[in-house]
């Protein structure tokens, strides 16, 4: 099949899901180490037949991609520059963290969700870091940690905090420092990604709408975080907040996979050792998970057609980042299905179909 034909493919599958609802916007970019290949913008950013079009430039809530694109990257550095190590003790960054159920848990297992923590808290989520901290530290364990591996959103709010603690300035902040002033994907891992958009481009992002029990529900999100536990933490968190569109995402991917391709070149963390290290799946039974990253699994929401060596994430609003260093590619899309979309098996299905439909692109 030609590239066009395959370009054709995958964009009717995201007409047809745009036809059925499941999301009003959506955009792409999809390319290799060295460029992009194909990138596009359809649908508007609400179902309201007066609402914008999707450009290439809207900016989305990225939702759990923040937890590899800005948490991630950031531990990376403190790793990189022997600020923090992954074998660390979590009691020695929290002082309420503490029980023989929990003494030897690690930064490792926090990064791989095998720390033994709930995904979410049972309660309405606390007013302030300090009230969240108490919550998650006390809290029973589901299971011993390293015994199994349980997606949790709570592991990468720790890791937001720690983070911060260890790296004397807030995640926002050491994120940042990694874009630099840099417009270009070669020097600047971070240009055009944010936990806080300018007053000027939140009316321009793609909205998303609030989940039932979220207290701000009845009005739109624009340019605002979806998930209420990072908006009770200010839009700042290491499970979610960050904000970024097609374009500033793909730039970020390139660097990623010239680093896991070996390129020495790429900017620091992204260095092909380390890269290898938080990209290699776990050694926690039946896990799935790297250092952050999820890894490929053909059950997985990148589809049958990727390689063994492709490690990804998704986000809760309908985003996806997927990257295969054996084929030298990377894939982002980016939706607002929680913009009164379809459900998570819906949006599943179409990644899914998206992905396979690119397998020889």
């Known amino acids: 099949m030609t590239a066009a034909r395959t370009v054709a493919s995958a964009r009717a599958i995201l007409e047809r899901a745009l036809e059925s609802r499941t999301f009003p916007a959506a955009c792409v970019d999809i390319g290799s180490s060295v460029e992009s290949l194909w990138s596009d913008a359809l649908g508007r950013l609400t ?94 364990l589901e299971y011993a940690p390293r015994a199994k591996a349980v997606y949790s959103d709570l592991d990468f709010i720790l890791l937001g905090f720690l ?44 909205p998303t709408l609030p989940l039932a029990e979220d207290p701000r529900r009845g009005r739109s999100l624009s340019g605002e975080v979806h998930d209420n536990y990072a908006a009770a933490l200010g839009g700042v968190a290491g499970h979610a907040g960050l904000f970024g569109s097609a374009r500033a995402l793909g730039a970020f991917a390139r660097i990623v996979l010239r680093a896991a391709r070996g390129d020495a070149g790429t900017p620091p963390p992204f260095n092909p050792a380390l890269m290898r290290e938080f990209t290699t799946r776990s050694a926690v039974a039946g896990s799935s998970r790297a250092l952050g990253w999820d890894t490929m699994l053909p059950t997985s929401s990148c589809g049958t057609r990727m390689s063994t060596a492709a490690f990804g994430r998704v986000g809760f609003t309908g985003t996806s980042l997927w990257i295969d260093p054996e084929r030298d590619r990377y894939f982002v899309l980016l939706t607002n ?9 819906e949006m599943r299905t179409v990644r899914r179909s998206f992905h396979d439909a690119l397998g020889d692109f």
Not at 96 to 114: K, M, N, S, Y
Not at 337 to 345: E, F, P, T, V
């Open 47 to 140: 179902f309201e037949d007066t609402a914008p079009p999707a450009a290439i430039d809207t900016p989305f809530d990225l939702a759990s991609l923040t937890k590899v694109v800005a948490t991630t990257t950031v531990l990376m550095e403190l790793v990189r520059t022997e600020r923090l190590r992954l074998d660390e003790p979590v009691s020695r960054f929290f002082d309420e963290w503490r029980g023989a159920d929990r003494d030897h848990a690690t930064v490792r297992d926090l990064l791989e969700h095998a720390a033994g923590l709930a995904p979410r808290l049972i309660d309405a989520p606390p007013a302030s870091r300090r009230e969240f901290e108490h919550d998650i530290c006390l809290m029973p």
């Open 163 to 206: 983070t911060a603690d260890r790296g004397d300035a807030s995640l926002a902040d050491l994120f940042d420092r990694l874009g630099g002033s840099s417009s270009t994907d070669k020097s600047a891992a971070a240009v055009g990604l944010t936990f806080e958009l300018p007053l000027a481009e939140k009316p321009l992002a793609a």
């Open 337 to 345: 299905r929680a913009n009164g979309g379809g459900s998570l098996d």
